[in-house]
């Protein structure tokens, strides 16, 4: 890895089919921040939105949180979420790193109270926390 790319701008993705969950991370420190949800139609996202954020932001590569069940086994939304994944590189021609997401929402679900998670929009806590997971862990990468 070279120094540039020890300065490098990531987007992370939470994605789901109505809502999708952005963060925004740098690999020198190894930490991200919530930044935004986007909507999606019928699993379709709002691609003037995502083209905004990765013309704002200038990632050097994305990273999107894969759902699987406890056990490793594949969902509908597994294979959803891969899509999205080959868009985002079809359209952007960005790396992007696939991440395991299992209980990133039940891990922000868990650290808000029932008060608070009523008035917070948990998807890019979510994306954060994926983005996150995948920069603490990078080096095994």
Not at 43 to 60: F, M, S, Y
Request: charged share 25%; proline share 6%.
């Amino acid at each position: 890895m070279s120094a540039d790319s020890n300065n490098e701008t990531l987007l992370g993705f939470d994605y789901g089919r109505r809502r999708i969950g952005v963060a925004v991370g740098q690999r020198l420190t190894r930490s991200a921040t919530p930044l935004t949800t986007i909507r999606a139609r019928d699993g379709k996202p709002d691609w003037p939105a995502v083209t905004r954020l990765i013309e704002e932001w200038k990632p050097g590569a994305l990273v999107v949180g894969i759902p699987y069940h406890m056990d490793g086994a594949e969902q509908d939304m597994t294979h959803a979420a891969r899509r999205f994944c080959r868009q985002l590189e079809g359209r952007y021609h960005l790396p992007v790193h696939p991440a395991d997401e299992r209980l990133s929402s039940w891990v922000v679900e868990s650290r808000l109270s029932a008060r608070e998670q009523a008035g917070t929009d948990i998807d890019p806590l979510a994306a954060q926390i994926i983005l996150q997971d995948w920069l603490q862990q990078e080096p095994n990468h």
